[in-house]
């Protein structure tokens, strides 16, 4: 049974950093790209990062809203994707999912999530 | 951006009855167009992806239809679990964009 499981997330002050985690379980993470999306408070969602597969270089994409601040990445040998976000604004806070995406581009499992809020 | 509108943003229904949501792209797509059911407390699942391509494990009460810049999902003959919050997400390009949501109430 493919399992997203998000953590890392909690209270932190503006400027400051925090690290996401994403275990996966039940398939091999290397065959697959990997998104990090959010949802703010009563907004929509929002892609922020993609990771792409072995066969794809594990090449990265970030939305505009985060590039330069945040950075995804993955450590295969332990099955998790990581979203290290820097310099964070109260606009960053939202819930945040992991999803595991097929190569065309669609997502077909997402994490439960992990909220992240950016307040002094 | 490709931006992502949909229509209606609630729908009132019942048990039995057909519902369509429609999708729309600023720009065509292509068929790069899936269909997510969020519930509340769960991580939001996949339903249709290339536009009309039932994922596997969903009931064949969903479909999906339309290429460009429209697209529909229909639910025929609703069931209980059926209401929640449908959305619709763009994968043609960078940035990936979803549309906001439409709630199907009873």
């Known amino acids: 049974e493919v399992q997203l499981v998000e953590s890392g997330g909690g209270l932190v002050q503006p400027g400051g950093s925090l690290r996401l985690s994403c275990a996966a379980s039940?398939?091999?993470?290397?065959?697959?790209?990997m998104d990090w999306v959010r949802q703010a408070p009563g907004k929509g969602l929002e892609w922020v990062a993609r990771s792409r597969n072995k066969a794809n270089g594990q090449t990265t994409e970030h939305a505009a809203s985060v590039k330069g601040r945040f950075t995804i990445s993955r450590d295969d040998s332990k099955n998790s994707l990581f979203l290290q976000m820097n310099s964070l604004r109260t606009e960053d806070t939202a819930v945040y999912y992991c999803?595991?995406?097929?190569?065309?581009?669609?997502?077909?499992?997402w994490g439960q999530g992990t909220l992240v809020t950016v307040s002094s | 951006d490709i931006q992502m509108t949909q229509s209606p943003s609630t729908l009132s229904a019942s048990l039995g009855d057909t519902v369509t949501i429609t999708c729309r792209a600023s720009q065509s797509v292509s068929t790069w167009l899936a269909w997510y059911q969020l519930k509340p407390g769960r991580g939001p699942k996949l339903l249709m992806y290339k536009a009309s391509r039932l994922e596997s494990g969903v009931p064949s009460r969903f479909s999906g239809s339309g290429s460009g810049t429209e697209f529909t999902l229909t639910i025929t003959s609703l069931v209980p679990e059926d209401f929640a919050t449908y959305f619709c997400q763009q994968y043609s390009d960078y940035p990936l964009t979803f549309g906001p949501g439409t709630k199907v109430e009873i």
């Open positions: 999803l595991r995406g097929d190569s065309s581009g669609y997502s077909d499992y």
């Open positions: 039940g398939f091999t993470l290397s065959d697959y790209y």
